[in-house]
T-cell receptor, first 113, second 110 residues
Framework: NAGVTQTPKFRVLKTGQSMTLLCAQDMNHEYMYWYRQDPGMGLRLIHYSVGEGTTAKGEVPDGYNVSRLKKQNFLLGLESAAPSQTSVYFC????????????FGPGTRLTVL | GIQVEQSPPDLILQEGANSTLRCNFSDSVNNLQWFHQNPWGQLINLFYIPSGTKQNGRLSATTVATERYSLLYISSSQTTDSGVYFCAVEQSGGSYIPTFGRGTSLIVHP
């Protein structure tokens, strides 16, 4: 049981490049989330999903897209990276029908030059 | 949306000291969680505590939902307690979207 995993762990992009961050969970959770963490700002929600095939916008969705084609995977895409997207990205999952705890992945540190 | 405020923003302790961290929220909540982010960045769920009191070793938490606050107690602090403590609440209404506070940064010196 690996919990929540994220790939890659680190990435450096140039402005305008694109990339996809992958989140995978093996706990059969319905809900999955993408957050970004910036110094002094706590965690801010980018997008979330309440089940396979669904996605919704969070607090700071601009510049990001997501997909949830399979229940266990939640992808975060940056189509044209900007320096303002330099951050640490966390994925989380939960099953609100039992326990209500959120489980977090280890994070992806992204730098956009 | 709901506002979540944590205090103090920073805390420095000597090993062995006790501390209390506070989380205030502006509206009714369905649930509340406390997390610890260790110096390597990993976020660990400490408590799921929408109301009442829970204890886990040296840590305990109390949520008074009617007064819209929660407290996290750390007793006999150790250097491994260092990191950032976050409170996250889900506003009543069934959104299942936790809102995080900005955290309390704790440093425990040996």
């Amino acid at each position: 049981n690996a919990g929540v995993t994220q790939t890659p762990k680190f990435r450096v992009l140039k402005t305008g490049q694109s990339m996809t961050l992958l989140c995978a969970q093996d706990m059969n959770h319905e809900y999955m989330y993408w957050y970004r963490q910036d110094p002094g700002m706590g965690l801010r929600l980018i997008h979330y999903s309440v089940g396979e095939g669904t996605t919704a916008k969070g607090e700071v969705p601009d510049g990001y897209n997501v997909s949830r084609l399979k229940k266990q995977n939640f992808l975060l895409g940056l189509e044209s990276a900007a320096p303002s997207q330099t951050s640490v990205y966390f994925c989380a999952s939960t099953d609100w029908t039992s326990g209500n705890e959120q489980f977090f992945g280890p994070g992806t540190r992204l730098t956009v030059l | 949306g709901i506002q979540v405020e944590q205090s103090p923003p920073d805390l420095i302790l000597q090993e062995g000291a006790n501390s209390t961290l506070r989380c205030n929220f502006s509206d009714s909540v369905n649930n509340l969680q406390w997390f610890h982010q260790n110096p390597w960045g990993q976020l660990i769920n400490l408590f799921y505590i929408p109301s009442g009191t829970k204890q886990n070793g040296r840590l305990s938490a109390t949520t008074v939902a009617t007064e819209r606050y929660s407290l996290l107690y750390i007793s006999s602090s150790q250097t491994t307690d260092s990191g950032v403590y976050f409170c996250a609440v889900e506003q009543s209404g069934g959104s299942y979207i936790p809102t995080f506070g900005r955290g309390t940064s704790l440093i425990v010196h040996p």
